[in-house]
């Protein structure tokens, strides 16, 4: 394929590795900056190499708990991962058939993609406002004064802010499961039937290992997408702070390079997951290259 | 999944709609019927005719954003995704190149931000080099916290979102049709304009949706790189939610919903009409 390449080639390609030295120049400056030596200020040059702004950063500055937020994040971020994986994995099922709704579903995926963050984000706020107000002056009606009593909210990382956060992963799922199944050949789970094996059977020794590949992208979306997710916890969270809400909170004080530290914690593991996710992608496709099978090669 | 989509999206988004005709005071909201939330908004818009007034100025400037960000982002999108769909001709080199513009999009757009300041600061990079070379003796003070910087940064952070559905759209064209225009004598503009693009306009109507409502809601970046300076139409309902008025800001979202849907369907429109032609 390889024959000479044309004047345009030459100039995309260089057009090409600018935009990518636009994409990742400035990210490289901070992780660099973030080991600034404890003189060092906010912008080149380097005033020695120290570790001492991570060490400020986890011992935190009286004001918020990094740690705390960290463990939050993750917990919320791992949580959002497998539900994104299993419910995008049961409705791209789903949707090879034909149900009342699909449509309507689909758009309404769409939507959820499209729709600003920040208007999600406040009407999420206000239907749990309103519950919160219901409980608290109708539960008493029912007989149920104690709780009406002691309810503070029922926002939370785990009701509202994981509901924000799916509104989110769960669009990226289902058209990844699109793509995978625009691709996918029916007649395989037609020979697992004949040879009579049961749904489940089929679709856990036929199906899902050859969607495995995509599956883990589906998972790698999920995390990384909460991970990294503000502008619909913004309003949602309730009242604790995730990572990055934390990290927008000291966007204002930019004095010191701890910030850049924290940055470069959050990246980290951003990163250490993005290769763990094509580590494990690039493995399951060589065990299916290994069986001579070549379906199911979905792109990530 | 639906009852994910109806808790968390359908339900809220009925919420936003009602709540936004609910009176207020000071830190509670009154059920009670009242466009209050509207008219505050629009407050001293008639009196102040023909000068335009905070609202109509900010949604001015959002739209100006929009129309810049736009653009740069079609610009780059396309090309990155022209490079990768047509002169990349290894699966192998397009995957790794892909992943390489994909990577980004996984890690947190604020430290996609903040990754500017060393560089744009007073004493950034850019200044510390242009004072170098003597082509200015005091540093630029609008490289950061300025216009300047937000568009940029949204560039910046969206231009992703062009590339994956306009490349999507390019690797779905025959070669084919490409070496019949070649044959029939056009050149490799002509070929460009009159077959790549139009087959492309799936892609590109797509991505423009992605970026102009991202910029359309966005608050956050305006925020951090504007030094929460600027106005945008996110940022007037950050505002309010601040103050605790939740009719205000949900009437507010109520009003950049229909914008950005109108925005939506005339670009949809654009393309059916260009397609009955």
Redesign the interface.
């Known amino acids: 394929?390889?024959e000479g390449r044309s004047p345009?080639?030459w100039f995309?390609?260089i057009?090409?590795a600018l935009?990518?030295l636009?994409?990742?120049?400035?990210?490289i400056?901070?992780y660099v900056?973030s080991f600034q030596g404890p003189q060092g200020?906010?912008?080149?040059p380097m005033n020695g190499v120290s570790l001492t702004w991570f060490r400020k950063l986890w011992e935190g500055n009286g004001i918020i708990d990094i740690g705390a937020s960290f463990q939050r994040s993750l917990g919320l971020g791992l949580t959002v991962m497998v539900l994104t994986v299993v419910?995008?994995v049961?409705?791209g099922m789903a949707f090879r058939a034909k149900f009342r709704?699909q449509a309507l579903?689909f758009y309404?995926?769409i939507?959820?993609?499209?729709?600003?963050?920040?208007?999600?984000s406040?009407?999420?706020?206000?239907?749990f406002?309103?519950l919160d107000d219901y409980i608290i002056n109708h539960f008493g009606d029912w007989g149920l004064q104690d709780i009406a009593d002691t309810w503070e909210t029922a926002m939370g990382l785990y009701s509202?802010g994981l509901?924000?956060h799916?509104?989110w992963t769960?669009p990226f799922g289902?058209l990844i499961m699109f793509a995978i199944f625009n691709r996918f050949d029916p007649r395989l789970e037609e020979a697992a039937r004949d040879l009579g094996a049961t749904p489940w059977q089929t679709f856990r020794h036929v199906v899902l290992p050859i969607i495995a590949p995509s599956v883990v992208g589906i998972g790698?979306?999920g995390f990384?997408?909460s991970?990294?997710e503000?502008?619909r916890s913004?309003?949602a969270i309730g009242p604790v702070n995730t990572l990055?809400l934390d990290?927008?909170g000291r966007?204002?004080t930019?004095t010191q390079p701890d910030?850049?530290a924290l940055?470069t914690v959050?990246?980290a593991v951003?990163?250490t997951?993005?290769l763990a996710a094509?580590f494990v992608i690039r493995l399951l496709q060589r065990r299916q290259a290994a069986h001579g099978s070549d379906a199911g090669k979905g792109?990530? | 999944m639906a009852l994910v989509f109806l808790v968390f999206f359908i339900l809220p988004l009925v919420f936003v709609v009602v709540v936004s005709f609910w009176d207020y005071n000071d830190y509670e909201m009154i059920p009670t019927f009242t466009t209050r939330g509207y008219t505050d908004s629009f407050e001293g818009c008639l009196a102040q005719l023909p000068e335009l007034c905070t609202i109509l100025k900010t949604y001015v400037q959002t739209l100006k954003f929009c129309a810049i960000v736009w653009a740069a982002t079609l610009t780059i999108g396309f090309t990155v995704a022209y490079f990768l769909a047509f002169e990349v001709k290894s699966r192998e080199w397009q995957i790794i190149l892909s992943l390489i513009c994909t990577i980004p999009f996984w890690t947190s757009n604020v430290i996609r931000m903040i990754a500017w300041i060393p560089l744009l600061g007073r004493n950034g990079l850019v200044n510390s080099f242009l004072q170098a070379i003597g082509l200015i003796d005091q540093p630029l003070e609008w490289l950061l916290y300025s216009q300047f910087s937000v568009i940029l940064a949204l560039v910046h952070l969206f231009t992703f979102f062009m590339v994956v559905p306009i490349f999507n759209s390019m690797i779905r064209i025959d070669r084919a049709l490409i070496e019949a225009a070649y044959d029939a004598g056009a050149s490799g503009w002509q070929t460009l304009w009159n077959v790549i693009i139009p087959l492309c306009k799936p892609g590109i109507v797509i991505g423009s949706i992605f970026v102009i409502t991202i910029v359309m809601g966005d608050f956050v970046t305006v925020g951090v790189m504007g030094g929460q300076q600027i106005a945008s139409a996110g940022k007037i309902i950050q505002t309010r939610l601040d103050a605790l008025q939740f009719p205000a800001a949900a009437a507010n979202a109520v009003i950049l919903l229909g914008v950005t849907f109108l925005i939506i369907a005339a670009l949809t429109k654009l393309v059916d009409i260009r397609k009955e032609l």
């Open positions: 394929m390889r345009a080639f995309l390609a057009f090409f935009y990518v636009f994409l990742y120049g400035p990210m400056a901070i900056l200020g906010l912008t080149f419910i995008s049961s409705a709704g579903l309404t995926a939507a959820s993609l499209i729709v600003p963050s920040l208007i999600t406040l009407g999420i706020a206000l239907e406002r309103l509202s509901g924000a799916l509104t769960l289902l790698l979306f990384t997408l991970w990294d503000l502008a913004s309003q990055p990290l927008q966007t204002t930019v910030i850049y940055g959050i990246s951003s990163f997951v993005i094509v792109t990530v």
